[in-house]
């Protein structure tokens, strides 16, 4: 049987067109997997994840102009720290976590320009904050839940420009007569959460810059904080959840007229003791809750300092 034209026809266009098709082949093959493209890695735009850590990495190895970086929820690699370290702009950094070691902090020394650290609950030690030293302009340094103890103190000292010292739920004890002094220049000291006593105070004091103080949850009593006499010009005071101060404090307390905040909530105060603030006539802020303060009270107080913008009571 002779076979159609129009068969015929269609083999002929198939030898034609094979090699096109089996070039096709080769390059569908070569090429394994699809080209990544600008929003994703070939899977199309739902797959987000690895773009966002790209961009990520891309703005921290550019060395952008930002000014404050949080990276709490990230571990630190080698080359991460590395990206960091060419943001010569920055002036805020936030981490956190195990994988911050001293390491990091010496990986940190050329940001020059950096104003305020937070290094909550890492790896440093007391030894690793000496690096700190090498950065100019560092006025704040924030080591929440990092455990450095009081051997850390005498590092942080080095900083020449450090004002703000927050050590809450560090391992600080202040047991030595000079633990806190070498801090010249540090205006607020946060201590809360810790298992500082008595014996710290007088180093505490003798802090020349000293205008606020967080005592909040320590272990001082009545006497440790007649170490503070000579203190008539802090304005900020906060002795919250210490049930050993009582009101053998308030007249000590008293004479700090520059105060502008004070909190005693949660101590052993009373209602009564309350009034002798009165001298207090800059106050601004006086936080008294769960000291058992009716409304007349309170309106006693609102009465008797001037200045008064906030009173929490109830």
């Known amino acids: ?123 440093v030690t007391d030894a690793g904050l000496a690096s700190l030293a090498a950065l100019p302009n560092l006025k704040e340094v924030n080591l929440m839940g990092t455990p450095v103890g009081d051997g850390a103190v005498q590092n942080l000292a080095a900083i020449p420009k450090l004002e703000k010292l927050v050590l809450r739920g560090t391992a600080i004890r202040g047991e030595s007569a000079e633990s806190f002094t070498s801090l010249s220049s540090v205006k607020e000291l946060d201590v809360s959460e810790t298992a500082l006593g008595n014996a710290a105070i007088p180093s505490i004091a003798a802090m020349p810059a000293l205008k606020k103080l967080n005592l909040w949850l320590t272990r001082i009593d009545d006497v440790g904080l007649k170490g503070l006499a000579a203190r008539t010009d802090l304005t900020s005071l906060n002795l919250d959840n210490i049930p050993a101060i009582t009101d053998a404090s308030l007249p000590l307390i008293a004479t700090m007229k520059e105060l502008t905040f004070l909190h005693l909530g949660k101590t052993s105060v009373t209602p009564t003791g309350l009034m002798g603030l ?34 929490d009571w109830e």
């Open 1 to 123: 049987m002779r076979p159609s034209r129009r068969n015929v026809l269609l083999f002929a266009a198939a030898i034609v067109c094979l090699p096109w098709l089996l070039a096709g082949c080769d390059r569908q093959t070569d090429q394994g997997t699809p080209p990544t493209t600008a929003t994703g890695t070939g899977a199309g735009p739902e797959t987000t994840g690895p773009t966002t850590e790209r961009a990520s990495a891309t703005e921290l190895s550019a060395g952008t102009a930002r000014a404050e970086l949080d990276l709490s929820d990230q571990a630190i690699t080698p080359q991460r720290l590395a990206e960091i370290a060419q943001m010569k702009s920055l002036r805020k950094l936030r981490l956190s976590g195990p994988s911050v070691t001293d390491e990091t902090l010496k990986g940190l020394v050329g940001l020059k320009s950096l104003g305020a650290i937070v290094l909550q609950e890492t790896a």
């Open 278 to 311: 009165a001298p207090l006539t800059k106050l601004q802020t006086l936080i008294v809750t769960n000291l058992g303060v009716d409304a007349a009270t309170a309106q006693q107080l609102r009465e008797a300092l001037p200045n008064l913008t906030r009173l």
